[in-house]
């Protein structure tokens, strides 16, 4: 059974009170130095992440090598998954449509990028609080691990190097949906931060 549409719409109305309530007076600074109240702030929008949802994944994007068709032929196979190939770069959702279908799933598998494994996508889903599926093939088949050789550490995400098992590694994350996206989204936030202060570092030093 469904649950009333108002129910969510309540629980993103009392996260968004809880957000406004931890961040009264303070400023950009005192925020980043305060871990406590960067892990409630955090937590209440992934909540309201969660309450929003209603694919379990999805994937827009320019269909242009034999990554992203394997992807494209696996999940047009899947059900309750939002999938729009297009001929060419843009030429999708506009900004805020794309950026909304990120919100409103769960999962987003990220194929190789033309050039290089990483694309847009995999940052974007992360923003969105959605958890993005890594490529381990580059868009020629070439096998690495791009992600934790680039992130000099492991990358708490699902990574493939066969997009046709593709429904098997979205049911086991849904398994352990939210939780993984939840530990997903944390790091990506840490990660910036830190290399917002490495940054500082250098200009500092």
Known sequence: ?????????????????????YTDG??????????????????????????AKKYDAFFSGQVTHQRREELVDAMSKLDNVLLNPTAGFTQGYDQKQYLQHFVESKLAPAPAGTATIDSFRFYEALEMLCLPIGDTKSSKGEQYD????????EVPVPK??????????????????????????????????????????????
């Open 146 to 153: 791009f992600w934790d050789f680039a992130m000099s550490k």
């Open 160 to 205: 493939t190097s066969n997009w046709n098992e593709l429904g098997i590694i979205m049911e086991e994350a849904l398994l352990n949906y939210p939780a993984n996206m939840h530990k997903a989204v944390s790091w990506w936030i840490r990660y910036k931060r830190d290399f917002a202060y490495k940054i500082m570092e250098e200009i500092n030093g």
């Open 1 to 21: 059974m469904k649950k009333d549409p108002i129910i969510y719409i309540e629980h993103i109305d009392s996260c968004i009170s809880r957000i406004k309530e």
């Open 26 to 51: 303070i400023d950009e600074d005192g925020f980043l130095k305060n871990n406590l109240i960067q892990d409630a702030v955090i937590r209440n929008f992934e909540i309201i992440g969660e309450a």
